[in-house]
């Protein structure tokens, strides 16, 4: 008993001298400056009881199904980081955006890094920073940073707290805001006397995109990836966006509708294309789907469902699509096309609403395509999942596969 008395002594100690290494205003909550134009503020922290309940209860409702998780063993600390960063299609027009910063409650100086890349959202605040509003990253904090690892996510251009219009699948401005970051956070982790010496990417559905294109911008950069891996990635936006116009499944989501819309402004927005989205989107649903995008009211049943009265019928012909500003645009926005360095692992699911399992495999099948074959990169199936399920199954194993890394 003697023995666990001191024990815990020490280990009281030591949080008490890592919560003094913090500058104050972090841990009352005020904004603290750091290097290169970079701020952080303490949100909140999340002890065991509140990582697990995400784990074993929130979770399984988002996803659908049950899914075993190796449980929390310390709490986490949550923080927003805010930083500049430049918008490349704008010709490098500056910008600041915000990201989420999870630090293990942990003593020690030294902890890995996974950055996490989020999915489709409807809600602009549905993001990293605004943790209580976005699931899938509420699971990554609660499976990695509850067990020893910092947790970055960007918010993106256009969400959280930043006053861009949003860049939905705008391939540079997703990589340069996901790899401003990292660096914003590490800028903020030496002020806080930590290291994180391993780097992990992951991501799902739109993230899965973002992670690849911003492993392709590290490894040009000379960035060392230890490992990334992706769940239901669209890496080949035209492929993805063909698919639903040309090969419909039944099982598709109806919501797909939404992938149209928002990629359709974006790129408007982003390539200064004016008058793209109209282009695309049939005359009765312009000024409905325009106020979805901006995150105006609306009302979502005018939005329909059949994606033959969305769209104008020229983009039925895939020779149209391909040669419309939008399609050439979709066919430029890819992430697999370059000789992969880092261990990669694409996770997929054989019934997923989104992502075919062509799709899912496209990664894979390019890079073994090439002579002797790049074995890098690794298509695994997570089974007959759905797109959420394929999320929540893949996470522990991406967690074990980065244990080993």
Do not use: C
Not at 315 to 333: C, E
């Amino acid at each position: 008993m003697a023995f666990l008395s001191r024990l815990a002594t020490r280990a009281s100690l030591s949080l008490l001298l890592l919560a003094s290494a913090l500058p104050a205003r972090a841990q009352q909550g005020g904004a603290v400056a750091v290097a290169g134009g970079v701020s952080y503020e303490y949100l909140e922290t999340w002890d065991v009881a509140r990582l697990n309940k995400v784990l074993t209860t929130e979770t399984p409702a988002f996803a659908g199904i049950p899914v075993a998780y190796t449980p929390a063993r310390n709490g986490a600390r949550l923080y927003r980081v805010t930083y500049p960063s430049v918008i490349p299609e704008r010709g490098n027009r500056p910008t600041v955006t915000t990201g989420l910063l999870a630090v293990p409650d942990l003593p020690g100086t030294s902890f890995p890094m996974v950055s996490y890349q989020h999915g489709t959202v409807y809600g602009k605040q549905e993001v990293p920073s605004f943790i209580a509003q976005s699931s899938e990253t509420a699971l990554m904090v609660a499976q990695f940073a509850g067990q020893g690892y910092i947790v970055v996510g960007a918010d993106y251009f256009g969400l959280g707290l930043s006053t861009e219009p949003e860049g939905y699948m705008v391939k540079a401005s997703q990589q340069q805001a996901t790899a401003d970051l990292l660096t914003a956070s590490r800028s903020v982790l030496e002020a806080m006397k930590l290291a994180s010496p391993k780097l992990f990417l992951a991501g799902w559905s739109q993230g899965g995109f973002v992670t690849m294109a911003l492993l392709e911008k590290l490894e040009a950069d000379g960035i060392a990836v230890n490992a990334a891996a992706t769940a239901s990635a669209p890496v080949d936006v035209y492929v993805a966006l063909s698919g639903f116009l040309d090969f419909p499944r039944p099982l598709d989501a109806t919501w797909v509708m939404s992938l149209f819309i928002l990629s359709a402004f974006s790129y408007e927005n982003y390539y200064g294309l004016p008058g793209l989205a109209r282009a695309l989107i049939a005359d009765e649903y312009y000024e409905v789907t325009r106020k979805a995008y901006m995150r105006e009211t609306f009302n979502v049943a005018d939005i329909p469902t059949d994606i033959t009265t969305l769209i104008r019928p020229a983009y039925f012909d895939p020779q149209y699509f391909a040669n419309s500003a939008y399609g050439r645009i979709a066919l430029a926005t890819n992430a697999y096309r370059w000789v992969i360095k880092t261990p990669v692992r694409n996770y997929y699911g054989e019934t997923d609403e989104v992502i075919s399992t062509g799709l899912g495999q496209l990664a894979q099948t390019y890079q073994r395509a090439m002579g002797a074959g790049n074995m890098q990169v690794e298509a695994i199936s997570t089974g007959k999942t759905t797109h959420r399920g394929t999320f929540a199954t893949a996470v522990p194993q991406w967690k074990a596969w980065f244990d080993g890394k």
